[in-house]
């Protein structure tokens, strides 16, 4: 079992980010040799030696990209439907009241989201709203 610790949450996060922003192999890498990457920053990051195998470490990754995908989407809905006046504090605090609604629980990676959203991989890729 995962601890709830957010720090070994975050270290997981910053790893995928730092390894996903490779330049020269980029989205190419094979997947195994993408997560070996993950995993020795993690470990690293982590300083307690490899205490997780791969399929945990995979499996929490994908919780948390779910939680973190699910709390942007909401925050993408309130952000597009800001009354004016609204600061950006306002914004996030409904945020939070909207994803606890929907979800049934407190959102409490919001250091995770912050680092995720500041990188490419997370960014919105605009659309035309022409016909």
């Not at 070994?8 to 995928?16: D, R």
């Not at 070996?36 to 399929?55: C, H, P, S």
Request: glycine share 4%.
């Amino acid at each position: 079992m995962w601890e709830a610790d957010e720090e070994m949450a975050l270290a997981l996060a910053l790893a995928w980010i730092d390894s996903s922003k490779d330049s020269i192999q980029g989205d190419g890498k094979h997947s195994l040799e993408f997560w070996v990457q993950i995993r020795t920053k993690f470990f690293a990051l982590m300083g307690r030696g490899e205490y997780r195998g791969n399929d945990s470490v995979y499996n929490k990754w994908k919780s948390l990209r779910t939680k973190i995908t699910d709390f942007t989407a909401v925050h993408t809905r309130v952000v597009n439907n800001r009354k004016s006046g609204m600061s950006d504090a306002d914004v996030l605090e409904a945020c939070l009241k909207q994803y606890k609604a929907l979800y049934k629980t407190d959102f409490s990676m919001l250091d995770i989201w912050r680092q995720c959203i500041s990188s490419p991989k997370w960014h919105t890729v605009p659309t035309s709203s022409l016909p």
